[in-house]
C-alpha cells in the first residue's frame, strides 16, 4: 500500500485566496484526521470523519476552513479565505477501525500565506 | 493548563545511551500514542497503549493509567533516534504535548 497521499506537498499563496489541499487515506481505513502543526501551538486535531461522516470538527478554527470527505478514498480540507495566520504544516491520517487506534500519518502539506 | 505534559523538552545523549522521555495527562484517556517526528517533517506512530507496556525494537513504552503517566525507552541509541517525540492521549478529545526533541550525538 502507498500509504497517507496528500497534496499538493507545498503550497505558498496570498491572504485572500481559496486553498484546498486534498489526502487519499489507505484503502481500508475507515478513519481519516487532519490535523495542523504550528510552532506555536504544536499538533491539533482540526477534524476526523468516520466512513465519511464527519464526527467530531469541534478543533476547525473557524468558519473559515471546512472539510469534506466524499467517498472513502478521498478528503478535502479548503481555507477561504486564507490567512498568514494559517501557515502551518496540514497533515492528514488514516486508521482502520477505531479513533483510538494507530494512525497513519500522510506526508503533509506546507501551507504559506503571503 | 496543558491537558498533557512531556519532559524533558529537550535531550541530548552520547550514542548508546538509554533515554527515557516522560508523559503525564490529567484526563481520563481510552489510549496513549507515542509519535516520532523527523526532522524532514513526517510522523509515524510508534506505539498505542490502553495499558501496561509494548516493545518494538530498541523501543519501550509503558503506561501507568492509576498515575496517568507514560513512558518511552530508548535502549542503545544512535543518531538515526535523533527526532522529536510526541505523546499524544484520546479521551473525548485528542490532545497533544508539545513534543520531546532528542538529539543522539555520536
Known amino acids: 500500500d502507498a500509504g497517507v497521499i496528500q497534496s499538493p506537498r507545498h503550497e505558498v499563496t496570498e491572504m485572500g485566496q481559496e486553498v484546498t489541499l486534498r489526502c487519499k487515506p489507505i484503502?481500508?481505513?475507515?478513519?481519516l484526521f487532519w490535523y495542523r502543526q504550528t510552532m506555536m501551538r504544536g499538533l491539533e486535531l482540526l477534524i476526523y470523519?468516520?466512513?465519511?461522516?464527519?464526527?467530531?470538527d469541534s478543533g476547525m478554527p473557524e468558519d473559515r476552513f471546512s472539510a469534506k470527505m466524499p467517498n472513502a478514498s478521498f478528503s478535502t480540507l479548503k481555507i477561504q479565505p486564507s490567512e498568514p495566520r494559517d501557515s502551518a504544516v496540514y497533515f492528514c491520517?488514516?486508521?482502520?477501525?477505531?479513533?483510538?487506534?494507530?494512525?497513519?500519518f500522510g506526508p503533509g502539506t506546507r501551507l504559506l500565506v503571503l | 493548563k496543558n491537558e498533557v505534559e512531556q519532559s524533558p523538552q529537550n535531550l541530548t545523549a552520547q550514542e548508546g545511551e538509554f533515554i527515557t522521555i516522560n508523559c503525564s495527562y490529567s484526563?481520563?484517556?481510552?489510549?496513549l500514542h507515542w509519535l516520532q517526528q523527523h526532522p524532514g517533517g513526517g510522523i509515524v506512530s510508534l506505539f498505542m497503549?490502553?495499558?501496561g507496556k509494548k516493545k518494538h525494537g530498541r523501543l519501550i513504552a509503558t503506561i501507568n493509567i492509576q498515575e496517568k503517566h507514560s513512558s518511552l525507552h530508548i535502549t542503545a541509541s544512535h543518531p538515526r533516534d535523533s527526532a522529536v517525540y510526541i505523546c499524544?492521549?484520546?479521551?473525548?478529545?485528542?490532545?497533544f504535548g508539545t513534543g520531546t526533541s532528542l538529539t543522539v550525538i555520536p
Open positions: 491520517a488514516s486508521s482502520r477501525t477505531a479513533r483510538r487506534e494507530t494512525q497513519y
Open positions: 484503502s481500508g481505513h475507515d478513519y
Open positions: 470523519f468516520n466512513n465519511n461522516v464527519p464526527i467530531d
Open positions: 484526563v481520563g484517556i481510552s489510549a
Open positions: 497503549l490502553s495499558s
Open positions: 499524544a492521549v484520546v479521551g473525548n478529545q485528542f490532545y
